[in-house]
T-cell receptor, first 112, second 114 residues
Framework: GNSVTQMEGPVTLSEEAFLTINCTYT??????LFWYVQYPGEGLQLLLK?????DKGSNKGFEATYRKETTSFHLEKGSVQVSDSAVYFC???????????FGAGTQVVVTP | NAGVTQTPKFQVLKTGQSMTLQCAQD?????MYWYRQDPGMGLRLIYY???????DKGEVPNGYNVSRLNKREFSLRLESAAPSQTSVYFC?????????????FGQGTRLTVV
């Protein structure tokens, strides 16, 4: 079946540090891949997505590249801010289905 | 821009009590979803509705029922709450079942069953 594995948190960083959150997946076919962000007390928001191999999704300084050869979709940001403190979820959706399969989430804490 | 609205935001129930979580979206979306979020497990799909008049089970449907009341509203009912149902519940909607369209989430309902 489909599954998403992401690194455990919490990840604690200083402001302006480089952030990487690893995400790998198992799926049949060619899923679409997503990163969602959940700020404290809020619901999930789509951060970025990629729908085919080698696509790069980007938004708000975050980037992730769909790597089919390594079945990965790692999230990166070059210089984090305190406002990036949140829980980040990697997710996939098989092209033929509308249901999202989520990873466990990674909490990121950015300190001044 | 209301988006997806869930009520209530917080609820405490005693074991065996029943309740209904309400969800409404104003984006004219066809598909709606109920997830639960538990520490270390991400979000797991409880039930979904691909279109008005249809509902289907997700990964963890036991102990829940749903109603797609109309295109806007999708409710989740706990008939006899159990402590294992303590969780944060999220409703989501999406334009259609297929294709790369984005899912929009409500702010969540934090449910505690004692």
């Amino acid at each position: 079946g489909n599954s998403v594995t992401q690194m455990e948190g919490p990840v604690t960083l200083s402001e302006e540090a480089f952030l990487t959150i690893n995400c790998t997946y198992t799926a049949t076919g060619y899923p679409s891949l997503f990163w969602y962000v959940q700020y404290p007390g809020e619901g999930l928001q789509l951060l970025l997505k990629a729908t085919k191999a080698d696509d790069k999704g980007s938004n708000k300084g975050f980037e992730a590249t769909y790597r089919k050869e390594t079945t990965s979709f790692h999230l990166e940001k070059g210089s984090v801010q305190v406002s990036d403190s949140a829980v980040y979820f990697c997710a996939l959706r098989r092209v033929s289905w509308g249901k999202l399969q989520f990873g466990a989430g990674t909490q990121v804490v950015v300190t001044p | 821009n209301a988006g997806v609205t869930q009520t209530p935001k917080f609820q405490v129930l005693k074991t065996g009590q029943s309740m209904t979580l309400q969800c409404a979206q104003d984006m004219n979306h066809n598909s709606m979803y109920w997830y639960r979020q538990d520490p270390g497990m991400g979000l797991r799909l409880i039930y979904y509705s691909a279109s008005e008049g249809t509902t289907d089970k997700g990964e963890v449907p036991n102990g829940y029922n749903v109603s797609r009341l109309n295109k806007r509203e999708f409710s989740l009912r706990l008939e006899s709450a159990a402590p294992s149902q303590t969780s944060v519940y999220f409703c989501a909607s999406r334009e259609g079942v297929r294709g790369p369209t984005e899912a929009f989430f409500g702010q969540g309902t934090r449910l505690t069953v004692v």
